[in-house]
């Protein structure tokens, strides 16, 4: 599968560096088929830092996105992060 295969996103906010780290690893795990690493492409430290403390996640389909989300709320505290937006035509883009 290629990037634009990807393109069911949610954008999440928080403060927390240590919380995105997290999230990066949720988006891999749930991302059960194809390339897991595409999910959380662009959500490196200086990207999160730029996009005002958001960061985009992006899965072949909305039931990963969906079940990427249950585990977030599941694992970590709704206090420290909260779901600025979702989309279901916001295809991942190629990192460097």
């Avoid at 595409?38 to 990963?64: A, N």
């Avoid at 249950?70 to 909260?82: D, F, G, N, Q, Y």
């Amino acid at each position: 599968m290629n990037h634009a295969a990807y393109k069911f996103s949610i954008t999440i906010k928080s403060n927390d560096l240590a919380l995105v780290n997290c999230l990066r690893s949720l988006s891999q795990y749930s991302q059960q088929s194809g390339n897991n690493r595409i999910p959380w492409g662009g959500t490196k430290d200086q990207d999160w830092k730029r996009d005002d403390r958001c960061v985009t996640f992006h899965f072949t389909t909305p039931e990963y996105r969906s079940g990427f989300l249950t585990e977030v709320r599941r694992l970590l505290p709704a206090e420290l992060w909260s779901v600025v937006c979702q989309s279901d035509n916001d295809p991942a883009s190629p990192q460097k």
